[in-house]
């Protein structure tokens, strides 16, 4: 069975303190998130190695990365590497937000290497695309976010695609209040299946799960995990409070 996760994606905000704070009352909530559903967060990463010592005995809770480089070492300063991730224990990376492809120009081919860094080093690489509104209006979404996902991800043998989390997230979308409706991501959804299909088999398209972002919140989350290609969420301003994260996570059916 696939798995169910929700994801967090706290971006570039709240300062140490604040994150500490809402990390422990995400802990104070241990035994109220959803069954069977993988809770991971995504902090800023100056966080990540304070969190790390602080979940260590919270095996339901992980943490992902925002971002990561794709060498494994050396003078590319400012970022950080796959092996420094690991080395805290990390277990996903989020790639390819849309705030990285517009605002640091991160195109198909430098994702598909960070994807690939990612899995030699055992860290889920969670690939995100997804349109603009102006794609979406001309009706070549279709085509735009297929596009996106065999550059970046098609080059993998099938052993790695299965060890990979997609997220679908327009643009439009994100932190607009505006969500998709659960027929417009399912349709994507199941297309990014379909193509999973026809390219690496029934089996690997299977197992890797397609997470659905963009507005995405406890009122609408049941709706949207419903759909039958839609194995759980990316979500960004939602999971900035620890109720909201929790109801959401509380949304499969
Ligand atoms: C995101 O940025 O990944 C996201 C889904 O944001 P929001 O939930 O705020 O739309």
Redesign the pocket.
């Known amino acids: 069975m696939r798995k169910k996760i929700v994801a967090g994606?706290w971006?570039m905000n709240l300062d140490y303190s604040e994150a500490k704070a809402l990390l422990h009352d995400l802990i104070k909530l241990k035994g109220k998130f959803g069954k069977d559903v993988e809770v991971v967060i995504c902090p800023s990463s100056p966080y990540l190695a304070v969190f790390a010592e602080l979940i260590k005995d919270q095996n339901w809770l992980h943490l992902g990365a925002q971002n990561a480089y794709f060498e494994d070492s050396g003078a590319f300063t400012g970022e950080i590497s796959p092996i420094q991730l690991k080395s805290l224990g990390i277990k996903y990376c989020l790639v390819g937000?849309s705030?990285r492809r517009d605002n640091f120009n991160e195109d198909y081919a430098l994702l598909a290497k960070k994807v690939k860094a990612l899995i030699a080093h055992d860290i889920t690489p969670v690939f995100c695309c997804g349109e603009q509104l102006q794609v979406r209006d001309s009706n070549v979404y279709r085509e735009f976010v297929m596009k996106q996902i065999e550059d970046s991800l098609f080059g993998l043998p099938a052993p790695e695609i299965a060890k990979c989390v997609i997220a679908y997230?327009p643009i439009w979308?994100?932190?607009t209040g505006k969500t998709a409706t659960a027929e417009q991501a399912q349709e994507i959804h199941g297309l990014i299946r379909a193509r999973l299909t026809s390219t690496f088999g029934e089996k690997i398209a299977n197992e890797v799960p397609i997470l659905y972002?963009?507005?995405?919140k406890g009122d609408n989350a049941k709706e949207l995990f419903s759909q039958k290609d839609i194995d759980g969420g990316?979500?960004?301003?939602?999971s900035l409070k620890a109720d909201e994260f929790c109801a959401i996570s509380n949304s499969f059916v």
């Not at 972002?213 to 995405?216: A, D, K």
């Not at 990316?234 to 939602?238: E, N, R, W």
């Open positions: 994606n971006k937000h705030e997230e979308a994100i932190g972002g963009g507005s995405c990316l979500i960004g301003g939602a």
